[in-house]
């Protein structure tokens, strides 16, 4: 049996969503789910000024935040997380920036990883944030389990190869049917942890 984290960060409920996806494949595929949210920064003034935030951060409150010792535990992680100027929200770089200490003992290698991500335009940044999320893992010495092309429902979801990613409306609601792509990409993702367990390296 393999461990699969899925580590997301969500201010309106897209990537809580992508997130939700992830796990209901992962668990299909055998695997012990662990759903987990990178802690908010942000001021609670900001999200008190803005009513979906406000809503998302209460009706996810029982949901655990991340710990290093999670992503020890795991064998696949998935991230999800909405662009920031193209990049990864401030939110999960601080986490990420928490791992240095399992990232000296080598504990970090060798993880089968992958990423998702949303924006409200098609271009706003989806591609790049999903790379800047990599970056990290190539430090770690994972593997990137991207879905590449290697089934249909890629394009169905906008033929993004690095992961899936989805652009919301300003309504809030997901423009791109992602769901079956989402779960494509955390079945193959468990499915490399599961190789790599069998490795000797």
Same mark, same amino acid.
């Given at each position: 049996?393999?461990?699969?984290?899925?580590?997301?960060?969500?201010?309106?409920?897209?990537?809580?969503?992508?997130?939700? !996806? *992830?796990?209901?494949?992962? /668990?299909?595929?055998?695997?012990?789910?662990?759903?987990?949210?990178?802690?908010?920064?942000? =001021?609670?003034?900001?999200?008190?000024?803005?009513? %979906?935030?406000?809503? #998302?951060?209460?009706?996810?409150?029982?949901?655990?935040?991340?710990? =290093?010792?999670?992503?020890? !535990?795991?064998?696949?992680?998935?991230?999800?997380?909405?662009?920031?100027? &193209?990049?990864? =929200?401030?939110?999960?770089?601080?986490?990420?920036?928490?791992? &240095?200490?399992?990232?000296?003992?080598? /504990?970090?290698?060798?993880? %089968?990883?992958?990423?998702?991500?949303?924006?409200?335009?098609?271009?706003? &940044?989806?591609? *790049?944030?999903?790379?800047?999320?990599?970056?990290?893992?190539? #430090? !770690?010495?994972?593997?990137?389990? %991207?879905?590449?092309?290697?089934? =249909?429902?890629?394009?169905?979801?906008?033929?993004?190869?690095?992961?899936?990613?989805?652009?919301?409306?300003?309504?809030?609601?997901?423009?791109?049917?992602?769901?079956?792509?989402?779960?494509?990409? %955390?079945?193959?993702?468990?499915?490399?942890?599961?190789?790599?367990?069998?490795?000797?390296?």
């Amino acid at each position: 049996m393999t461990n699969t984290a899925i580590v997301y960060y969500s201010s309106g409920g897209t990537n809580y969503q992508l997130a939700q !996806w *992830a796990a209901e494949a992962a /668990k299909e595929m055998g695997s012990e789910v662990r759903v987990l949210k990178a802690a908010e920064t942000a =001021p609670q003034a900001a999200i008190d000024s803005n009513p %979906a935030w406000k809503a #998302h951060v209460e009706a996810t409150k029982d949901v655990p935040e991340v710990k =290093p010792e999670d992503l020890e !535990w795991a064998d696949a992680i998935i991230f999800s997380v909405p662009t920031r100027f &193209g990049n990864m =929200p401030g939110q999960m770089k601080n986490f990420l920036d928490t791992t &240095g200490g399992l990232w000296a003992k080598g /504990k970090l290698a060798n993880k %089968a990883v992958s990423a998702m991500s949303s924006a409200q335009n098609p271009h706003g &940044g989806q591609e *790049a944030t999903i790379l800047s999320l990599y970056t990290t893992m190539y #430090h !770690w010495g994972a593997i990137v389990a %991207a879905p590449g092309y290697t089934d =249909p429902v890629t394009f169905g979801a906008g033929g993004n190869p690095y992961g899936t990613s989805v652009t919301v409306g300003q309504d809030g609601k997901m423009i791109e049917d992602v769901e079956a792509a989402v779960k494509h990409q %955390a079945k193959r993702t468990v499915k490399v942890a599961e190789a790599l367990k069998h490795l000797e390296m």
